[in-house]
């Protein structure tokens, strides 16, 4: 937080830097028509830019050193000392050719591994599962992994050039470097919104590697879920009288989307139904904490602006690739122990079709965990008892 005020006010004393520098124009333009000493004029104007160009040298370092300094928090016992045998490291693995960057966090670096998948496409949930499920650290090696195109990892590939094969190929590739790195034969999965996707689709590419997958906010059906939210939304602006909102979405139609609007038309219902969910008061603990989360340690400036990037961009290319994917119909057979831990007040993954694909699933275990104060992520609005059911079902 200090560190990005700081920066702020650096960029506020390059921008006063350029107004004077311009102003200097206006006052040079102005003397040459008196006829004053254009000796004197060149050497105030090349003293303003000597002082803007170091002010802009001095921000560029310092957004490097921001993003030198990064680091996840060491673990400490009550007495405030680290404790043995821990692990909390930032690292940078490459994937497929493709550098991006893993939290690793736990009391205990012998622990069994849980892989935590973020949502998105293009979603960084570093500092939110470590914040939110700090509990997790005691029994888990906790990973936390930045994909392609978001927070620390947006630049490890072009967005344009990122794929649906591009997460599962470098989330397999994750999870044996996991296995190697730990000496684990299997690792756990954990899956929130578009994670809950992408876990789907690697216990399917390999069940070998995984215990048990759990998803939360489950993704189903992408294109169903997104009409469905669309028709939801509609319907609770139209109950509550909210023309502005209805005119919104009556304009940008009803999905699917392409082209370059993908990320903004579908904010205008999904940030409408996380506003609705974050109002109903059976919904414990709102949900993100995103300047929390922005402002803590894991991200430098570059990260922090990344952070946002990926949401937009990564997002607004990605998404589309999903609608024509569908767990009732291509992910019906698994090989892995499968639980769904479901907000039983969840308005953006229609909690329906999570209860219509755990019929047609075939697992060798499979389960719907019900959180009955919970919207779409269980795992902040009750992250006590969300952590008591993920050591139940991995015990």
């Known amino acids: 937080m200090i560190i990005t005020i700081i920066f702020v006010l650096f960029l506020l004393a390059a921008v006063i830097s350029l107004i004077t520098l311009l102003v200097g124009g206006i006052r040079f333009a102005v003397r040459l028509k008196k006829k004053m000493d254009k000796k004197q004029i ?53 994937l497929n050719g493709r550098k991006e960057w893993i939290s690793v966090r736990g009391y205990d670096k012998n622990k069994p591994v849980l892989l935590f998948l973020a949502g998105g496409p293009g979603g960084s ?6 914040h939110d499920l700090a509990e997790l650290e005691k029994h888990f090696v906790v990973v936390n992994w930045d994909q392609a195109g978001s927070g620390k990892s947006y630049g490890a590939a072009s967005i344009d050039n990122i794929t649906v094969q591009t997460y599962i190929d470098d989330g397999y590739e994750l999870s044996k470097y996991l296995c190697k790195t730990f000496r684990q034969e299997k690792i756990y999965l954990v899956g929130e ?10 216990i399917d590419k390999a069940p070998e590697l995984y215990h048990a997958f759990i998803g939360t906010g489950q993704m189903i059906s992408f294109l169903d879920t997104e009409i469905m939210d669309y028709d939801s939304a509609m319907e609770i602006a139209r109950k509550k009288g909210d023309t502005k909102t209805m005119n919104t979405l009556k304009d940008n139609g009803k999905p699917p989307y392409y082209g ?37 340690s894991e991200y430098g400036i570059l990260d922090k602006i990344n952070y946002f990037r990926g949401i937009i961009n990564t997002f607004n290319t990605v998404y589309p690739q999903l ?39 075939n697992a060798p275990i499979k389960e719907i965990v019900w959180f009955e104060h919970s919207g779409h992520s269980p795992w902040i609005n009750e992250s006590k008892l969300f952590v008591k059911e993920l050591l139940r079902v991995t015990g």
């Open 260 to 296: 370059n609007d993908v990320t903004w038309k579908s904010a205008a219902y999904l940030n409408y139904l996380s506003a609705y969910m974050t109002s109903n008061p059976d919904i414990y603990n709102g949900g993100y904490n995103t300047f929390r989360d922005l402002f803590s």
């Open 42 to 94: 060149t050497s105030k104007i090349k003293k303003n830019m000597i002082i803007f160009a170091s002010i802009c040298v001095l921000c560029t370092a310092f957004v490097w050193i921001t993003q030198l300094m990064a680091s996840t928090p060491v673990i400490h016992d009550e007495n405030g000392n680290k404790v043995e045998d821990s692990i909390a490291e930032l690292s940078q693995v490459i």
């Open 125 to 130: 949930q570093m500092a939110a599962v470590r």
């Open 323 to 361: 609608y024509d994917v569908d767990l009732r119909t291509d992910y019906q057979s698994v090989k892995v122990p499968v639980y769904f831990f479901i907000g039983r007040h969840d308005v953006n993954a229609p909690t329906s079709l999570v209860e219509e694909y755990c019929t047609v699933l």
């Open 193 to 202: 919104s578009w994670g809950s996707a992408l876990g789907v689709f690697l």
